[in-house]
């Protein structure tokens, strides 16, 4: 095992390499960073600098007899508000990169939701369509064990996330749970199974934080002449955890899901598409496409809909530099982690394409993983409602609290009335979007609690 307690990017942050999920990170970061007022150098690259990164390599024999060789990772960004909180994937593109960016990630959305939790986030590098169930379970189990003490329920906990579910949760469970007998470890990872301490309302909670987020937004006016979720039309990128409970929790809310997608392509009903058909042909053929009546298309049309709503929840950068002048959504939810590249971002805000960002958008997922948390290590367990009403007021209360931010950024500016900026239009940062504005706010509570805790020694 390595850990790098220093980090340093292992590719080159080049203009060039803008799909590198560390650049763009940091792309953000630095976009977001011209508006903090007050903050020392040094703090705001402490704020962007991933405290631990873990890589492990380890062998599994097979169901089929052979022997592969997997590649691990595991990043704490920050801990400064708690233990490190993020989830784990199983997908052939993991890497050390894309777990660093996905780890602050963690560490904004923990800030904004104001759950007292860290950014992490790991993975191993595998196709999990390829493997059989045994094989996986014999993967996250050595993956755990390697990771040994790097997890704990107030060190480090593992959520699902891309390819991973409550089944593999209760895997990670009871391995650490054998590795650490007669303690109480219950809290070491969310997600699980119900019957396994996991939490009423977590399959949801990303969708329906989506949901929530989405009407306080229209609310709000966020979008002009869209002030309800009702009659809009909404498309869905990715039918897993979180596209499929976004499907039907916005249709049961009025909207008409006009679009559905997977790995496989897509489909497409002008008249409205109903999630629990598309669930049912799903479980039956492994993918949505050939639903009968409706029109396959490619997820890159999905992305190009004419739709008030489009909600990517698959992958990361499926928005980006070529397409993104070709989006005809008045609105994007960012249901997956990074499915626009900083480029796109650019292009978006300049056509009046509003994004509800991922770090406040699905933020839903870990507030109520915190709540399933808190739930284990006080023997407890809340009904649905309570979970879904705490949820709301959470989504609600971050909502409100970027919106107002972006606001006043937009109006005032960002200089102090007294700065010699002031005066000077071409020393101002151009308008931010509500991406930037809750990167502002994330990072200025993350550097008020680190300097509240005072600089170690
Ligand atoms: P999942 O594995 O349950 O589902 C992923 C879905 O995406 C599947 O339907 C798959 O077919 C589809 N997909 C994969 N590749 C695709 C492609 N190239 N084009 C179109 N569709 C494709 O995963 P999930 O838990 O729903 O996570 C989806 C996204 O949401 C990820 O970015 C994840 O990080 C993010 N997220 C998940 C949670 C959560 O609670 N599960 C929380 C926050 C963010």
């Given at each position: 095992m390595r850990e790098d307690q220093t980090e340093t990017p292992s590719v080159p942050l080049e203009e060039s390499d803008k799909s590198n999920p560390v650049y763009m990170a940091r792309q953000r970061f630095e976009r977001a960073s011209q508006y903090l007022n007050g903050i020392k150098h040094g703090l705001v690259d402490f704020l962007n600098s991933p405290k631990r990164s873990i890589s492990i390599c380890f062998p599994i024999e097979l169901e089929d007899g052979s022997v592969v060789t997997f590649h691990g990772y595991r990043v704490v960004h920050n801990r400064v508000l708690g233990p490190g909180k993020g989830g784990i994937r199983f997908h052939p593109d993991v890497n050390a990169d894309e777990m660093r960016a996905l780890a602050a990630l963690m560490t904004w959305k923990c800030?904004?939701?104001?759950?007292?939790?860290?950014?992490?986030?790991?993975?191993?590098?595998?196709?999990?369509?390829?493997?059989?169930?045994?094989?996986?379970?014999?993967?996250?189990?050595?993956?755990?064990?390697?990771?040994?003490?790097?997890?704990?329920?107030h060190t480090d906990v593992p959520a699902p996330d891309l390819y991973t579910?409550?089944?593999?949760?209760?895997?990670?469970?009871?391995?650490?749970?054998?590795?650490?007998?007669?303690?109480?470890?219950?809290?070491?990872?969310?997600?699980?199974?119900?019957?396994?301490?996991?939490?009423?309302?977590?399959?949801?909670?990303?969708?329906?934080?989506?949901?929530?987020?989405?009407?306080r937004l229209l609310e709000r006016g966020g979008v002009?002449?869209?002030?309800?979720?009702?009659?809009?039309?909404?498309?869905?990128?990715?039918?897993?955890?979180?596209?499929?409970?976004?499907?039907?929790?916005f249709q049961e809310e009025g909207a008409i899901i006009v679009a559905i997608s997977d790995t496989q392509g897509g489909i497409h009903d002008e008249n409205g598409l109903d999630p629990d058909a598309v669930q049912?042909?799903?479980?039956?053929?492994?993918?949505?496409?050939?639903?009968?009546?409706?029109?396959?298309?490619?997820?890159?049309?999905?992305?190009?809909?004419?739709?008030?709503?489009?909600?990517?929840?698959?992958?990361?950068?499926?928005?980006?530099?070529?397409?993104?002048?070709?989006?005809?959504?008045?609105?994007?939810?960012?249901?997956?982690?990074?499915?626009?590249?900083?480029?796109?971002?650019?292009?978006l805000f300049s056509n009046g394409v509003l994004v509800l960002p991922d770090i406040l958008a699905n933020a839903g997922g870990v507030t109520v993983s915190h709540f399933e948390w808190v739930q284990n290590i006080?023997?407890?367990?809340?009904?649905?409602?309570?979970?879904?009403?705490?949820?709301?007021?959470?989504?609600?209360?971050?909502?409100?609290?970027?919106?107002?931010?972006?606001?006043?950024?937009?109006?005032?500016?960002?200089?102090?009335?007294?700065?010699?900026?002031?005066?000077?239009?071409?020393?101002?940062?151009?308008?931010?979007?509500?991406?930037?504005?809750?990167?502002?706010?994330?990072?200025?509570?993350?550097?008020?609690?680190?300097?509240?805790r005072g600089i170690w020694p």
């Open positions: 800030a904004l939701i104001d759950v007292p939790f860290g950014g992490a986030k790991g993975g191993v590098a595998c196709d999990p369509k390829t493997l059989t169930e045994t094989d996986l379970r014999r993967i996250i189990r050595r993956y755990v064990s390697e990771l040994g003490d790097n997890i704990g329920p579910n409550a089944q593999t949760m209760a895997w990670i469970y009871d391995t650490y749970d054998i590795l650490h007998q007669g303690k109480d470890n219950l809290a070491v990872v969310t997600g699980k199974p119900l019957d396994l301490g996991g939490s009423e309302g977590r399959c949801d909670a990303t969708a329906r934080g989506c949901l929530y987020a989405t009407q002009t002449g869209l002030r309800d979720i009702k009659g809009a039309r909404v498309a869905i990128q990715g039918f897993g955890n979180v596209g499929a409970a976004a499907a039907r929790l049912t042909y799903k479980d039956e053929h492994e993918t949505v496409v050939g639903l009968p009546e409706t029109l396959t298309i490619t997820n890159q049309d999905l992305l190009e809909l004419d739709c008030e709503i489009l909600i990517p929840a698959a992958l990361s950068n499926q928005i980006h530099k070529e397409n993104a002048a070709r989006i005809r959504a008045r609105l994007i939810v960012e249901g997956a982690n990074g499915p626009i590249t900083a480029d796109a971002d650019d292009i006080e023997h407890e367990s809340w009904e649905l409602e309570e979970i879904n009403r705490k949820l709301k007021i959470k989504m609600t209360r971050a909502v409100d609290t970027v919106f107002d931010r972006w606001q006043h950024l937009l109006t005032v500016g960002t200089r102090p009335a007294d700065s010699a900026d002031a005066e000077n239009n071409d020393n101002q940062p151009p308008a931010p979007d509500l991406r930037t504005a809750a990167l502002v706010v994330a990072i200025e509570r993350m550097a008020k609690v680190t300097l509240e």
